[in-house]
């Protein structure tokens, strides 16, 4: 168990829909990460945001967008959703969010377009 | 900018023998470098980290992985397999002159073990 929740685990919908994916991060933990993770793709950086302020961004297209909130729990809107958005999101979390410190996973939510 | 090469997208040993999964990165800064291990149906476990220490780096589950910076590699390795190793392994790479901790990821080897 790393400690970093993300629910739901499973979420279904259609396209155009709007869909909100959450993380708690590890205790103590001020830095999270969203990943995208698909069969074309592989993984792919997203977003970070270290206590409550955007820190990188990644590949992230428009439609979505992510907060971290003040108890640094976080979460990822996808909006307008496409087909290709079918992927497993991960959210990680680190300490303090520099290079050296590895990231911890959790173990997901998978989003199926239909 | 960061970049991970992982040659191999599929490797298969047999239970007992070596585990060598290999990885090359590219950095224009010194490198943060991790393997991780993705079991199915779960999340991404860290194996172990590479953080300009040892160039040799002991991880869970009997892995290590060596740094090579001449080589720009640092390829995975297991003395001997276990069936329990079935699974994806992924390289990435973390660090950049701001500091930034965002991960590029390899595109992952599917390890299978043959009993």
């Known amino acids: 168990d790393s400690g970093v929740t993300q629910t739901p685990k499973h979420l279904i919908t259609a396209t155009g829909q709007r869909v909100t994916l959450r993380c708690s991060p590890r205790?103590?933990?001020?830095?999270v990460y969203w990943y995208q993770q698909s069969l074309d793709q592989g993984l792919q950086f997203l977003i970070q945001?270290?206590?409550?302020?955007?820190?990188a961004k990644g590949n992230i297209l428009e439609r979505f967008s992510a907060q971290q909130f003040p108890d640094l729990h976080s979460e990822l809107n996808l909006s307008s959703l496409e087909l290709g958005d079918s992927a497993l999101y991960f959210c990680?979390?680190?300490?303090?969010?520099?290079?050296?410190?590895?990231?911890?996973f959790g173990d997901g939510t998978r989003l199926s377009i239909l | 900018a960061q970049s991970v090469t992982q040659l191999g997208s599929h490797v298969s040993v047999s239970e007992g023998a070596l585990v060598l999964l290999r990885c090359n990165y590219s950095?224009?800064?010194?490198?943060?470098l991790f393997w991780y291990v993705q079991y199915p149906n779960q999340g991404l476990q860290l194996l172990l980290k590479?953080?300009?220490?040892?160039?040799l780096v002991k991880g869970i589950n009997g892995f290590e992985a060596e740094f090579k910076k001449s080589e720009t590699s640092f390829h995975l390795t297991k003395p001997s397999a276990h069936m329990s190793d079935a699974a994806e392994y992924f390289c990435?790479?973390?660090?950049?002159?701001?500091?930034?901790?965002?991960?590029?990821f390899g595109t992952g080897t599917r390890l299978t073990v043959i009993p």
């Open positions: 990680a979390s680190s300490g303090t969010g520099w290079s050296n410190q590895p990231q911890h």
């Open positions: 205790s103590g933990d001020l830095s």
């Open positions: 945001y270290y206590n409550g302020e955007e820190r």
């Open positions: 950095s224009s800064v010194p490198p943060y």
């Open positions: 590479y953080t300009s220490a040892a160039t």
């Open positions: 990435a790479v973390s660090g950049d002159q701001t500091g930034a901790n965002n991960l590029f």
